[in-house]
């Protein structure tokens, strides 16, 4: 979808945006197709001690469509407010406004379909055409994913002698397993600040720290390289209980992945902090690096998805429409404000939100 088409949906969208404009914004469905699952996720959030005017944002399913999902409708309400979706650097946000007085309520329901995402790193393709823009840009640091000083410095040293983008990339996905560490302790997934995290050398975290490690990393070797956020959505059907939900409810399933810019075949997918949480997560627990689970977590996630996930955006360093606080580092959790005042999506004595998800059947 470009721009002007976006716009002309954002701008036909009020308090709720039916799932038809969708479909035709978007195209048929996917689910008809061999392959494809389709989801209904719906994200309920409320502001519990509002004081003064308030907002909330939500990140909407991804907008442009890619191998491993397209996306449906965001059919969204505001209760007491008004709201609207909102473009924003590629990506949406659902961005709902409240009175003082009222209370902040917003539901979004996205819609999606998913297929398993792998591409065959045996089969080198022709020679890739991607977006121009875009690569130059997954070659930039950011604020807290730098790709100079320390940052440079690790890539460098990872890569010294391995030649060929396939074997740069690989050699820095192991580099992230075999040196990093799932931390259950913290908060949400993480900040991913890479050049604090290789200072300390504290190279503990969670999807997005480890996974930011891996996209500055990569930029710093020359390897255009991107976060993908999103939501699991479903259990695992690749044998993996670790990383799939266990019930519809999703309100603890956000989760950063990676994608690599590879000349000879495109975008492809990757997922070392999942094999992290594997290692960490995965029944008993506290798996080897050599047990068989791991392993064979290790050789999927390095071109694959299994795509029991929902992809939202690719944004950083994300400014919030309407707000006058600072940027956020990136966008997978539900947001809000009070009295000009950012909520801590964590606290749940002042921001409560549930996430539930369900596989529709097929068309």
């Not at 600040?193 to 930029?219: P, Q």
């Amino acid at each position: 979808m470009d721009r002007r088409q976006f716009l002309r949906s954002a701008a036909a969208a009020s308090a709720t945006l039916s799932v038809p404009r969708l479909v035709r914004a978007f195209g048929p469905a996917a689910s008809a197709a061999p392959g494809w699952r389709t989801f209904e996720v719906t994200t309920r959030v409320e502001i519990l001690n509002p004081s003064g005017a308030s907002m909330v944002w939500l990140p909407a399913a991804q907008l442009q469509p890619a191998p491993y999902q397209k996306t449906l409708g965001n059919e969204f309400h505001a209760e007491g407010g008004t709201a609207e979706l909102v473009p924003h650097d590629g990506f949406g946000i659902v961005a709902a406004r409240y009175p003082e007085g009222s209370k902040p309520v917003l539901t979004l329901t996205c819609r999606v379909s998913t297929r398993n995402y792998s591409v065959d790193l045996a089969k080198p393709g022709r020679p890739a055409t991607g977006d121009s823009a875009e690569i130059a840009k997954c070659l930039q640091g950011t604020k807290v994913v730098p790709t100079d000083g320390i940052v440079k410095d690790t890539a460098d040293s990872i890569t010294l002698g391995v030649s060929g983008d396939v074997a740069r990339a690989r050699a820095i996905y192991d580099w992230i397993v075999d040196n990093t560490f799932r931390n259950p302790k913290t908060r949400g997934c993480g900040l991913g600040d890479i050049r604090y995290m290789l200072e300390s050398k504290d190279l503990g975290g969670k999807c997005a720290d480890l996974n930011a490690l891996y996209v500055g990393l990569a930029r710093a070797a020359g390897i255009p390289a991107r976060h993908v956020y999103g939501l699991r959505i479903a259990p695992s059907q690749a044998g993996f209980q670790s990383l799939g939900l266990a019930t519809d409810n999703a309100t603890k399933g956000q989760h950063c992945r990676a994608e690599v810019y590879l000349k000879d075949y495109g975008w492809v997918p990757v997922d070392p902090a999942d094999v992290r949480k594997v290692v960490l997560e995965e029944p008993p627990g506290n798996q080897s690096l050599d047990s068989e689970v791991v392993r064979k977590a290790r050789a999927r996630l390095f071109g694959s998805w299994e795509m029991n996930w929902m992809a939202y955006n690719c944004g950083h360093d994300v400014a919030l429409p309407g707000s006058k606080n600072a940027p956020i580092n990136y966008f997978m959790y539900p947001q809000a404000e009070t009295a000009g005042a950012r909520v801590d999506p964590f606290d749940p004595d002042k921001f409560r939100y549930e996430i539930t998800s369900k596989e529709l059947p097929a068309a």
